[in-house]
């Protein structure tokens, strides 16, 4: 083919102009910046925050925002049995004197599907705010938490249930004669409900009996029936 020497002179202009640019393109592609220090920290935050999050307990930051998360840690040994149902010294199972209002749902969950009611017991005509606990397995309340009207926390428990034993094994199960053979007590006195009861300093308790013929006021322990049924345990 023939070229003119105009049309020649075009030909290598295109060819010059071509060569021109993909040698641009090269040295473009070739030329990569390092990474900034701005670039090294985030990498070195997003490395972090991956490995928190598959570490249990840990903060693991979610990307973009100022929120934490955290994964919960390994479940805790579950208490023993006696421990669920241990009465006397300032608690009853789970529940302890001194706990405060708002603690006693959750642990309340511990024992299952239990019932909770808010009562005011009108104890001597004063305002006495509690909350009265049933668990499923007892026909009648299992135990009343009565509160501190000014701070809401727990200062007694009236615990009604068999369930709950001493760690010498008595409950409401037992009888006065069980218990006068178990602990050392002196007297029988008057409670607030009239009922008598007698005080265990051992368990930091009163036990409340069921009255019968037998009660009087200044009554003598040698003349309560050994047969007279408790009626609850008061932890104080």
Known sequence: MKYTAAALIALLSVLALSCGSDSSDT????????????????????????????????LASLPGTDKYTADPLPAEPAANDEDFFLLGNGRAGLFEVGMHHDAIEEIAQAYGDVELEEVDLML?????????????????ETMVLELDIENATVYRINVFSDRFV???GIGTASTFGD??????????????????????????????????????????????PPDTKISSFLIL
């Not at 070739?30 to 570490?55: H, R, Y």
């Open 27 to 58: 040295s473009q592609e070739s030329e990569v910046e390092p990474p900034s220090e701005l670039d090294a920290d985030l990498a070195d935050n997003e490395i972090d925050s991956v490995s928190a999050a598959d570490e249990p307990g840990k």
């Open 124 to 140: 001597e005509g004063m305002h006495a705010p509690a909350v009265k606990i049933t668990f499923p397995q007892d026909s009648s």
């Open 166 to 168: 001493t760690n010498k």
């Open 179 to 224: 218990l006068k053979d178990t602990y050392q007590f002196e007297g029988v006195f008057w409670g607030e409900t009239g009922n008598p009861l007698v005080i265990i300093e051992e368990l930091s308790a009163s036990v409340i009996l069921v009255p019968g013929e037998w009660w009087n006021i200044g009554v003598l322990e040698e003349n309560i």
